[in-house]
């Protein structure tokens, strides 16, 4: 089985960072982990992901540099390192985690979810 918890999230303002945790248990060495997002009256949204194996990074087209993925396979954990945070970053940060082979960017593609961290961004 496959377990993901998320921490991190919090409150803050405009131009703060945070980081996000994903710690996993059961993992495999094929897995792809993925950052998901979703805001009030929106659909979910891909922020970004990274395997358990290689360097490969890919990252959702609003992110413009400011979100780094990250992983410690030693903790089974992925991070997601948020700078320069904005008003339109609030939302249930979600991690998850399947057997992707293509379209890293669709949660369809994705087996296992966490319960989601908030992250609030004020003006």
């Known amino acids: 089985q496959v377990q993901l918890v998320e921490s991190g999230g919090g409150l803050v303002q405009a131009g703060a960072s945070l980081r996000l945790s994903c710690a996993a248990s059961?993992?495999?060495?094929?897995?792809?982990m993925a950052w998901f997002r979703q805001a009030p009256g929106k659909e979910r949204e891909f922020v970004a992901a990274?395997?358990?194996?290689?360097?490969?990074?890919y990252y959702g087209e609003f992110v413009e540099g400011r979100f780094f993925i990250s992983r410690d396979n030693a903790k089974n954990t992925v991070y997601l390192q948020m700078n320069s945070l904005r008003p339109e970053d609030t939302a249930v940060y979600y991690c998850?985690?399947?057997?992707?082979?293509?379209?890293?960017?669709?949660?369809?593609?994705?087996?296992?979810w966490g319960q989601g961290t908030q992250v609030t961004v004020s003006s």
């Open positions: 990274i395997r358990w194996s290689g360097d490969r990074r």
């Open positions: 059961g993992r495999t060495s094929s897995s792809c």
């Open positions: 998850a985690q399947g057997l992707v082979a293509e379209r890293v960017y669709s949660p369809v593609q994705y087996e296992y």
